[in-house]
């Protein structure tokens, strides 16, 4: 017992851990059911909102369905890269229309590279990429990385602005992921109105340059929201629901977003005006700035010096009891504002909260108080993160655009120089310089909100009047959120919008369907393996039926913790471990059994037959992983969710033939037992 114990201990936590990470799984499952016997909608609604961030937890950490499970849609979509590199040439004839017709062709069914096929076509013309991408000087190697980097742009920027949209459309577990050189694969499980989806994925980006509101007007606008709210109609907007205590975190960390000159901050965003570089010697100007608030945090006074539209304080008293707070404040509960000692104000709300507060907003009975001049937006990330949980900030902005991202010609973010900090530069055309002069001009100290589809990426704060309409963008946290900001700039110029070349739809009576008869096939296939190994094997056979069941667990268990995705496929790798975790046990149990016939000990034959059976297992299982990681690494959708499942399975059988089914036969042994029927 003592050489096993290490061996046992591991095997529990191992247990222990698998039903942890499986708990979320059975608890969505429980949800579904109970909502599911609910006499009315009215009764799930109720049930959902006193229940909403179990349930919502619970579906974040469940083992995910696939597409072929839960129904939905899957589409193909394509940037059209010709157009891309029509537009970025210096010059377009009809022979570059004719190679970036061939290059189309020749791409559509192949994932060969663009780039590399239009400049194959042009050699076989007697021409090179220089022809219509550069100078006589530069170099057919640098031209082509430039143009793919121009095209992997392009695709990022379309990755970002279909996630985005599909974020914003509340689609549960979306994949977006790149196929080849030019096409995005996304997969939508669980939508039904697929003609909508369909619109909202092929419309255009949408980038535009909001004003945020002043503070006194967006107070008034808040407090028209939240008085009606609190006057006895809250029941109609939103139920009662278990929320935690007020936010209360540290400002020491607030963004200063000063006006500052050239020995700027380094915790302040700014966009300042560019060098002219049409001047020899000229020093970069920074003197006209933007600064941006995309770091704020509440205080524990959160409320604490608010003032309605009439310069009275908002009674907010913080001595109130949670729900008397939410009672006499029900918006302000919601939507946390956070005035600051330079007059500044922001709005934060908690990611459970923001179903609720979009909701709310929508109600007919709302958006008749609010003036219609007024938009609502949110971050695009969270802010910050308080009690384990994402907190937002939200925008009242004026609802026209001040300039649309169609006049921004190009952004590019790198490494400041001087400051060693990321920045993004951002140029416009000549029509989109004169206005944003003119805006910037009309609009100092105050908030321009940059918006990608109705959600706020920076909203940075005019210093000075911008002319020329070369921008600089300071204070990112990182390259990282440098190059997010340079797509969601650049998305506002997308030459084309995506083209939808594929699309396919599963029905949610399919997806069920699917989903019924996989688990009939799995659980027929568990039983028809565990009793051949009780008839054929005896006791022994029911060593390897809990062995089994233990891999099952153990597999799903794995699944769940990495937040992986069940399909079809992954079922029939389910199917397939099963029986390659019956092999291993078989080839132990036959040696042992060739032991025993031997006349030797029990305990000598079981030794004997899990050492001589050992490197048989291990070359099977090790071949079958190596050949899973290939079919991973090259093969797409179903069959990677086929080789991953696989993989996990594989591992999971290691350790149920080779440890858990020793531990019994060792701890029998132990016991002084002299003799165990393998069949």
Do not use: C
């Not at 970002?160 to 096409?183: A, C, F, L, T």
């Not at 008839?535 to 022994?540: D, E, I, L, N, Q």
């Not at 070359?619 to 290939?630: E, L």
């Amino acid at each position: 017992m003592r050489k096993n114990r290490f061996r046992i201990i591991l095997t529990l936590l191992f247990i222990g851990l698998s039903l942890y990470f499986l708990y979320p799984t059975y608890k969505d499952y429980q949800f579904n059911k109970d909502i599911k016997n609910l006499a009315n909608a009215q009764d799930s609604a109720a049930f959902f909102d006193k229940y909403s961030n179990e349930i919502l937890k619970a579906r974040e950490d469940r083992i995910k369905l696939g597409l072929d499970l839960q129904g939905g849609m899957y589409v193909i979509m394509e940037v059209d890269i010709a157009k891309l590199l029509s537009d970025l040439a210096k010059k377009q004839d009809e022979i570059l229309n004719q190679v970036l017709a061939a290059a189309t062709e020749q791409t559509k069914n192949s994932d060969e590279d663009f780039v590399d096929v239009v400049e194959l076509k042009l050699k076989e013309r007697g021409l090179s990429l220089k022809a219509y991408y550069g100078e006589i000087r530069d170099d057919d190697a640098n031209i082509k990385s430039t143009l793919k980097t121009e095209v992997e742009n392009a695709i990022d920027r379309a990755i970002q602005v279909v996630r985005n949209r599909i974020d914003q459309y509340g689609v549960s577990e979306p994949v977006i992921q790149k196929k080849g050189s030019s096409r995005l694969v996304v997969e939508l499980p669980g939508v039904s109105n697929v003609s909508e989806v369909r619109k909202l994925l092929q419309g255009t980006a949408l980038l535009e340059f909001k004003l945020v509101i002043d503070p006194q007007i967006a107070v008034k606008v808040m407090e028209k929201v939240n008085t009606y709210m609190a006057g006895g109609n809250l029941d109609s907007l939103i139920k009662a629901d278990s929320l935690s205590k007020i936010t209360k975190v540290d400002t020491t960390k607030k963004d200063t977003t000063k006006l500052t000159d050239k020995n700027i901050k380094k915790d302040s965003t700014s966009v300042s005006q560019t060098r002219d570089t049409t001047k020899k010697d000229t020093k970069k100007d920074t003197s006209k700035k933007i600064t941006s608030k995309d770091s704020i945090k509440p205080s524990d006074s959160n409320l604490s010096g608010l003032t309605d539209s009439n310069g009275n304080p908002i009674d907010t008293n913080q001595q109130l009891s949670e729900e008397e707070f939410k009672q006499k404040n029900p918006w302000f509960y919601l939507v946390r504002p956070q005035q600051f000692q330079d007059g500044s104000l922001a709005w934060f709300v908690r990611e459970t909260d923001k179903p609720k507060v979009q909701k709310i907003l929508e109600k007919k009975e709302i958006q008749d108080i609010i003036p219609n001049d007024v938009s609502f937006a949110f971050s695009n990330r969270s802010t910050f993160v308080d009690n384990g949980e994402k907190i937002y900030q939200f925008y009242i902005l004026k609802k026209e655009p001040e300039l649309t991202g169609g006049v921004v010609t190009n952004a590019r973010s790198n490494i400041d120089p001087t400051s060693n900090q990321p920045v993004v530069y951002m140029e416009m055309n000549s029509e989109g310089a004169a206005d944003w002069g003119r805006i910037t001009g009309a609009n100092i100290n105050k908030q321009i909100a940059i918006v990608l589809d109705n959600v706020v990426y920076s909203a940075p704060v005019v210093r000075g009047k911008i002319t020329g309409g070369n921008s600089e963008i300071e204070g990112m946290a990182n390259i990282q959120e440098a190059k997010l900001l340079e797509i969601v700039l650049k998305a506002g110029a997308l030459p084309a919008p995506l083209a939808i070349i594929e699309e396919r739809t599963v029905g949610p009576s399919l997806g069920e369907d699917s989903i019924q008869k996989g688990l009939y096939s799995s659980i027929i296939a568990l039983i028809l393996v565990a009793l051949f190994m009780l008839v054929y094997y005896h006791f022994a056979g029911g060593v390897a039926d809990m062995a089994l069941i233990f891999n099952m667990i153990f597999v799903m268990g794995i699944m769940a913790s990495f937040h992986a995705t069940l399909t079809l496929p992954g079922i029939a790798a389910l199917i397939l471990t099963i029986g390659m975790a019956v092999d291993s046990n078989v080839l132990i149990y036959e040696r042992i059994r060739e032991e025993i016939a031997s006349a030797k000990p029990l305990r000598t034959a079981i030794e004997i037959g899990y050492k001589k059976a050992f490197s048989a297992i291990m070359d099977s299982h090790v071949t079958s992983i190596i050949t899973a990681i290939i079919l991973y690494q090259f093969g797409t959708g179903p069959i990677q969710g086929f080789a991953l499942t696989l993989m996990i399975g594989l591992i999971a059988n290691l350790f149920t033939a080779i440890v858990i089914t020793r531990i019994v036969f060792d701890v029998m042994t132990d016991k002084g037992k002299t003799s165990i029927n393998f069949g």
